[in-house]
């Protein structure tokens, strides 16, 4: 994997004039959001002060004509009507709702695709696919409910003997029992790693990140914990690392197994990952798979028109992920005494 310094540069060298010239459709699309709010109210304005205030001042002089204030109001509502649906003709004929249309899917294609490439030719990028539900729940570590999971940006690849997927993902679930108007409970929302290797782990093994007292108070009270059954995880293990004990849980069947997979190096890089990714973490070790789970809450490549393209540290957010995910998987191959060749089941 290249350095963070090269990626830069390549940002920097290669991607800055389309980086630019998307940023002016950016402002344009906003700009063009504006006016058609300002022109959606205008003729709500024009209605009330030459149909509704005229109307009411007629109405308390004259009791007479009820019919025909009637009758004129309703043909001011229909002209006022008319004139809305023209503007929005005439508005979504011009620049920029082209730009707004377009904004997304180029920044796909003009960027995205690229940092791919540049990370590694051979790597297959999908923007419209995402993990499924068996992808989500087979990590051993959520409960298997009616979750309703959408996503993109999914990237797949391959280094040497092992395949690996990484994609943006939502999970969501409606309790049976919710109070009026009540959302859906955000189980994870974020980045979403599946790496896949030829050998096994010898034990089932868990991480996930501590939550804080704050977070305690002010979250949803079923949200991410709420559907991880920490009781079916196994034994609670405690690496020899104070200060990651701290920040995480950890859980396994086989604890000495455990203590082997959880080397220092290990541990200090999944630490490094929860410090500047500031989310919470959700890692298994399970069957042959690595599964990593970045609740940060936000989708990384879907271009939002309030966020400026002159500030690439989401670019760069997304490569640090990626880059240290796949560092982990490569110190994982070498630790030989983690890995047989004998599946083992959920149970």
Known sequence: MKTLEEFSAFVDQQLDKDLKDLEQKRVAGRAWIRRMWILGILPVVLFFIFIIRPAMDV?????????????????????????????????????????????????????????????????????????????????????????????????FGK?????????????????????????????????????????????????????????????????????????????????????????????????????QLLTPVLLQKIAALQERSQAKLFISFYSNRIYIGISHGRDYFEAGLDESLNNQQLLKDYYLDFLTQLQMVEDLKQNVSIWTTTAFSRS
């Open 159 to 259: 280094t040497g003997e092992m395949n690996f997927q990484f994609c943006d993902l939502k999970v969501t679930h409606m309790p049976l029992v919710t109070l009026r108007g009540q959302d859906a409970d955000v189980v994870f929302e974020g980045s979403y790693f599946i790496a896949q290797f030829p050998r096994y782990f010898s034990t089932p093994v868990y991480v996930i990140s501590r939550v804080s007292m704050s977070e305690n108070l002010f979250a949803s009270p079923n949200a991410n914990e709420g559907y991880i059954e920490t009781w079916s995880l196994g034994k609670k293990v405690l690496p020899s690392d104070a200060a990651f004990n701290k920040a995480f849980m950890v859980y396994a069947k086989d604890v000495e197994e455990a203590q």
């Open 59 to 155: 109405g308390r002089t004259d009791t007479s004509g009820g019919n025909d204030l009637f009758v004129f109001v309703i043909a001011g509502a229909l002209l006022m009507a008319g004139a809305g649906f023209l503007i929005r003709h005439f508005m979504m004929r011009t620049r920029g709702a082209t730009e707004i249309k377009d904004y997304q899917q180029d920044f796909k294609n003009r960027v995205v695709r690229r940092i791919i490439a540049f990370i590694n030719p051979e790597y297959t990028y999908q923007p419209l696919n995402y993990a499924s539900y068996e992808e989500f729940t087979e990590n051993g570590l959520f409960s298997r409910k009616d979750y309703r999971i959408t996503g993109n940006d999914q990237v």
